[in-house]
């Protein structure tokens, strides 16, 4: 059961990090676009800045995931260096723990925010719901707790390893 589990994580934490980096293309493209229309055309395009706002926030909660699965949650490197191994496995049901409480609160609140910002639009883009932003909160937090439980299953320590 744990390695399909793993198995399923290292695909969600992968198509995330994809997902991410696809954001960071488009809101280079769309950057660059923005550049040409206003600086070379002279006839700027509004919706430019709101899809690169929006693409930016899509990135960061789709690439955290990445972050908690090599294990670079928040935790106290010195306690856990100086602790004997039945500590450290202590330690580090705590911190997931800790990190899945906090995922939870964005995951609820975020879905709660995106249902109620369903009645915004967009600046510069009318025609498209707020709801569409805001739910990077809740999606990246669901791939960011299969992340957390795929960290304390195999951990990763790579955060300790490049420590100076």
Do not use: H
């Not at 002279?42 to 709101?50: N, R, S």
């Not at 609160?105 to 915004?120: E, K, L, S």
């Amino acid at each position: 059961m744990k390695k399909i589990f793993l198995q399923w994580e290292r695909w969600s934490t992968g198509a995330a990090m994809a997902g991410a980096c696809l954001m960071l293309a488009l809101a280079s493209l769309l950057g660059m676009f923005q550049i040409v229309m206003r600086f070379v055309l002279e006839q700027p395009a509004e919706w430019t800045e709101v899809l690169i706002r929006f693409s930016l926030i899509w990135m960061v909660f789709l690439a955290i995931p990445a972050a908690f699965r090599q294990g670079a949650m928040v935790s106290v490197d010195v306690l856990y260096r100086w602790s004997p191994p039945a500590l450290r496995r202590v330690l580090d049901a705590v911190v997931s723990l800790a990190a899945l409480a906090l995922i939870a609160v964005i995951v609820w609140f975020g879905w709660d925010y995106a249902q109620r910002g369903g009645v915004q639009s967009m600046a510069g883009l009318e025609s498209v719901s707020m709801f569409w932003a805001y739910v990077a909160m809740p999606v990246g937090g669901l791939f960011s707790a299969v992340g957390i439980v795929g960290n304390w299953l195999d951990p990763q320590r790579q955060e300790l390893e490049t420590a100076q």
